[in-house]
C-alpha cells in the first residue's frame, strides 16, 4: 500500500524560484521545449555520447541537496531562535537532502525538471527525483491521482525526461505502482496491462538519455513475494533498468530489506537495488501484513542511516533519504493529509535517532 509520500508541495514552493533559474551553457543541439508553457527553454535534444554503464553506481560521491525552502530547513531555523535543542534536530533531517516528488502537481514538468536540474548542478549536488503520476495512482488512497490517462502520462514521462536530457540524475519509478498492480478493487485486467505497459514506456524513455539511472519500485519485504515481483519487474521492463527500490515511505528494517533485495536480485540477474532508510531506524510497527498499521504514521518510529552509497553490500547501491522524514502518510494516526509536514512527528524521528 501506499504511504502517503506526496512531495509535490516542495516542488511547488521552489517553482517560483526555479523560474529565474536558466541554463550556463549552450546546447550544441536544440528541440522545441516540453509542455505547454510559452516561456519554456530550448532543451538540448539527445547527444551521441555514450549510456551510463551497467552496474555503475551514480550515488558513489554524491553531495545531496539541501533545499533553502524545504519545511525542515525552515523550521529548523526558526525553532534555534526559541527551542535550539529541537532545532538541532530538525537540522538532522534538513541537512541531509531527499528526493524531489514529481508528479501532476509540477507545473510545466519539463521546463521544470530542465531548471531544477541546471539549479542542482550549479550547486554540485545529484539531481535525485520520483516519478510520481501513473494513472490511478495508489489505487484511490491517501495518495490518489496521477494522470487522467495512458496517452497524458506517456507525454507527462517524456517531457519529465527531456527535462533532465543527458545531464546525471536518478529517479525512483512510481513508488508502489507495481506492488499494487493486483490490489483487489483497483485494476481490471486491461488496466493492469495498460500499467504494466505504461512502467515499461516510462524505463524505455528515461534510459534512452546516456546519465538518467532508473530504480523501479518493487515494494518492501512484507508486501509481495519475491517470485511475484521478479515477474511483475520482468514484464514492465527490468531488464533496461539500473535496477529497483525497496522501503519507500515505509518502515521495514534495513536487514529485512537488504536479504528481500538480495533474493530478488538473483531472481532478476544481479540487478541492483536501493533502500530508502528515511525512518527505519527502529524497523517496522510489530503488526500483520501490510495493514495500514504498519505503514500510516504509526508512532515510535526513528530516522534511519543517513543517505550513502556505503552499504557494504555490492548489489545495494544506496541507502537514500527518499521520503522526506516529517512528512505526513496521510490522514491516519493523528497526521495531517499526506505529504504535509507534520513538525511533532518530525522531531520524535530525530530524538529516536541512533545517530
Not at 537532502?97 to 519539463?110: E, K, L, R
Not at 525512518?279 to 543517505?307: F, I, M, Q, Y
Request: charged residues 25%; neutral net charge; glycine residues 10%.
Amino acid at each position: 500500500m501506499q504511504r502517503g509520500s506526496v512531495g509535490g508541495f516542495v516542488a511547488l514552493a521552489v517553482s517560483v524560484s526555479l523560474m529565474s533559474c536558466g541554463s550556463t551553457q549552450k546546447p550544441a543541439a536544440e528541440a522545441a521545449a516540453p509542455g505547454d508553457d510559452p516561456n519554456a527553454p530550448k532543451l538540448p535534444a539527445k547527444s551521441t555520447e555514450p549510456h551510463h554503464k551497467a552496474g555503475d553506481n551514480p550515488f558513489v560521491g554524491a553531495k545531496w541537496w539541501v533545499d533553502p525552502y524545504g519545511q525542515a530547513h525552515v523550521r529548523a531555523i526558526k525553532l534555534k531562535k526559541t527551542d535550539p535543542e529541537a532545532g538541532a534536530l530538525m537540522e538532522k533531517i534538513a541537512e541531509r537532502g531527499g528526493a524531489d516528488w514529481v508528479g501532476q502537481w509540477t507545473p510545466f514538468v519539463g521546463n521544470w525538471m530542465f531548471k531544477r536540474v541546471n539549479l542542482l548542478q550549479k550547486n554540485g549536488d545529484l539531481p535525485f527525483f520520483v516519478a510520481y503520476n501513473i494513472p490511478n495512482r495508489d489505487c484511490g488512497q491517501y495518495s490518489a491521482g496521477g494522470a487522467n490517462k495512458a496517452e497524458d502520462y506517456k507525454k507527462w514521462i517524456s517531457d519529465f525526461a527531456r527535462g533532465i536530457g543527458d545531464r546525471k540524475a536518478a529517479v525512483i519509478l512510481e513508488p508502489d505502482a507495481l506492488p499494487l498492480l493486483k490490489k483487489e478493487g483497483c485494476l481490471s485486467d486491461a488496466a493492469q496491462k495498460e500499467r504494466i505497459e505504461l512502467i515499461k514506456f516510462a524505463v524505455h524513455t528515461l534510459e534512452s538519455w546516456a546519465n538518467t539511472w532508473v530504480y523501479m519500485d518493487a515494494g518492501h519485504p512484507g508486501w509481495v513475494p519475491v517470485d511475484e515481483m521478479a515477474a511483475r519487474l520482468k514484464a514492465a521492463g527490468i531488464d533496461e533498468a539500473d535496477g529497483f527500490s525497496l522501503n519507500v515511505s515505509n518502515y521495514k528494517a534495513t536487514d529485512e530489506c537488504m536479504a528481500y533485495g538480495k533474493k530478488l536480485s538473483a531472481a532478476l540477474g544481479g540487478k541492483h537495488f536501493v533502500i530508502d532508510t528515511s525512518r527505519n531506524g527502529n524497523g517496522g510497527p510489530k503488526v500483520d501484513g501490510d495493514s495500514e498499521a504498519s505503514w500510516c504514521n504509526p508512532d515510535g518510529r526513528a530516522l534511519g542511516s543517513p543517505p550513502t552509497s556505503d552499504t557494504k553490500e555490492p548489489l545495494c547501491d544506496a541507502f537514500l533519504w527518499i521520503k522526506k522524514p516529517g512528512e505526513s502518510d496521510g490522514t491516519c494516526n493523528g497526521g495531517p493529509k499526506a505529504g504535509d509536514f507534520w513538525e511533532e512527528r518530525a522531531l520524535d524521528l530525530a530524538k529516536r535517532a541512533k545517530w
